[in-house]
């Protein structure tokens, strides 16, 4: 144990550990044990949708953490799907597929700058964004409209345009999934994933849009619970050395501040559980431990006694809890620096979203239109955020179905003598739902389809509109267009 800890004593060893921490807890009010745990030095908090009711109750909110502490204030704002200041209602902003469909870095910076804008008003220094996985996987079940695109020098420009932006406003980004999440078919929320690439394809794909991001300044990356069998072994890249320490700070010569993903998924808590992943996560590079929605006050306190007694028996050095408590401090320093320039223009969501709509055939105007949304289950990182054109006031009449109970008769004898809209997102990954929509063309060959997530499926000689994403601002764009 080194000299510096050994003056601080017991505590000052789990003040150091307790500041690897990015915590999270239930309600829209912090409580008093992440309180408490701030004024013994927990790093910081990650904040989710079930945190957010609206931006004066966030600002509200993070300045009473501030208060306790100094803690790093983090959460997932990627615009498009993956939203936390738009949990109930759905973003304002299209999310980087779209980015990547319009492939204007200004636009994205402008996009992510607005983005920055928002948060940094509201208090939050740390934005886990942008993704920068290239795609190439189609059915990928949690990247997908997440990505820029599947071309790894699109996913490069637009990186550094996102990171640019968003750093602008001095809320720092996080670049992820080190070392990239594109190429994989199992959600690391559930399971391992394996990326099964060559060290050599994974420097011209993966890692070209992290090495871009590195050189334009982000200021955290954030780890990827895949394996990735030519560099990591058996072991996901967030408990991997030879990942974090090898490749990412030795190879890319990365020295910033290196964050998790959420150790509470199952990709890490199934082999090696939540304060056991937390101390190979450590040992491996990683600075700053996200540990998702899930962990309890009662978990985080065992995990920071196995960090403690991780090092007091020499599993995990104590330089490592050192190094990592430097990083974060400079990250905290930067962004409590003062930064210049005004508030990005509101309208940049919508009139971005407009321009990635993507028209196959002719829009013809519609007559009293039914849209009948197919309904998709949510993903883990997405939750339960409303998508469609349900959420836009009512131009149309709109209805839900679950593919496996959806009537099509009924439907069709609803839209007789009306023009029938039919919304889909991923319908690729989604045989219930092509077969619901390819029932419904059958009878009505003069119908519209909407893709609001990639638009890989595509039913021949009908009407097809691309949003490359489901945000509000996608839904509002794609009716604007229809007429709806």
């Known amino acids: 144990m080194s000299e510096l800890i050994a003056d601080r004593g017991d505590q000052g060893l789990r003040r150091l550990a307790a500041g690897t921490l990015l915590a999270a807890f239930q309600g829209t009010g912090a409580p008093e044990w992440v309180l408490r745990g701030l004024e013994n030095g927990l790093g910081g908090v990650t904040l989710f949708g079930f945190n957010i009711t609206d931006a004066d109750q966030l600002s509200a909110l993070t300045a009473r953490l501030r208060e306790a502490g100094d803690p790093v204030v983090s959460l997932d704002e990627e615009g ?62 949690v990247i997908g409209t997440r990505s820029f695109g599947a071309d790894t020098a699109l996913v490069v420009r637009h990186t550094v345009a996102a990171v640019r932006g968003l750093q602008s406003t001095g809320v720092a980004a996080c670049v992820k999934h080190f070392p990239g999440h594109g190429a994989t078919r199992q959600d690391s929320h ?85 304060a056991g992943g937390a ?39 104590a330089a ?24 990005e223009e509101k309208v940049i969501g919508l009139a971005a979203a407009r321009r990635a709509v993507s028209l196959t055939g002719s829009a013809a105007p519609l007559v009293d239109p039914l849209v009948v949304e197919v309904d998709t289950p949510p993903t883990i990182a997405v939750g339960d955020v409303p998508w469609g054109f349900t959420p836009l006031p009512p131009r149309a009449e709109v209805v839900r179905v679950k593919p496996e109970a959806a009537d099509v008769p009924d439907i069709l004898r609803r839209a007789t003598g009306r023009s029938l809209v039919v919304v889909v997102k991923d319908a690729h990954r989604y045989e219930t739902s092509q077969s619901v929509v390819s029932a419904l063309l059958a009878a009505r060959p003069d119908a519209t389809v909407v893709e609001m997530g990639l638009p890989i499926w595509r039913p021949a000689g009908v009407t097809y509109l691309a949003t490359y994403g489901a945000a509000r601002a996608n839904a509002q764009a794609a009716a604007e267009l229809l007429g709806v």
């Not at 949990?87 to 597929?97: C, F, L, R, T």
């Not at 990683?286 to 599993?315: F, H, K, Y």
């Open 80 to 141: 498009g799907d993956v939203t936390r200041l738009a949990y109930h209602v759905g973003s304002p902003y299209p999310g980087n597929a779209a980015l990547g469909a319009v492939d204007d870095v200004e636009l994205t910076r402008r996009v992510y700058r607005a983005i920055g804008d928002e948060l940094a008003g509201c208090g939050v220094t740390l934005d886990m964004a942008p993704a920068a996985d290239v795609n190439t996987a189609d059915d990928n079940p």
């Open 190 to 274: 559930l399971e391992l994933p394996v990326v099964d690439a060559s060290r050599e394809l994974l420097r011209e794909r993966e890692l070209a849009p992290f090495r871009a991001a590195i050189e334009a300044g982000t200021r955290s990356i954030m780890t990827a619970h895949v394996r990735v069998p030519a560099v990591t072994g058996d072991a996901p890249a967030t408990l991997s050395p030879a990942a974090l320490t090898g490749l990412l700070r030795g190879e890319l010569g990365y020295d910033g501040v290196v964050v998790t993903d959420a150790l509470d998924m199952r990709a890490v808590t199934d082999a090696y559980g939540l």
């Open 320 to 343: 490592r809890l050192e190094e990592a408590a430097e990083r974060v401090a400079r990250l905290r320093a930067w962004s409590g620096a003062p930064r210049t320039g005004g508030t």
């Open 279 to 317: 101390v190979l996560s450590l040992a491996a590079g990683a600075d700053l431990l996200c540990l998702g929605p899930t962990p309890t006050s009662d978990d985080v306190r065992r995990i920071i006694d196995e960090i403690v007694a991780a090092v007091l028996d020499g599993r995990l050095p």
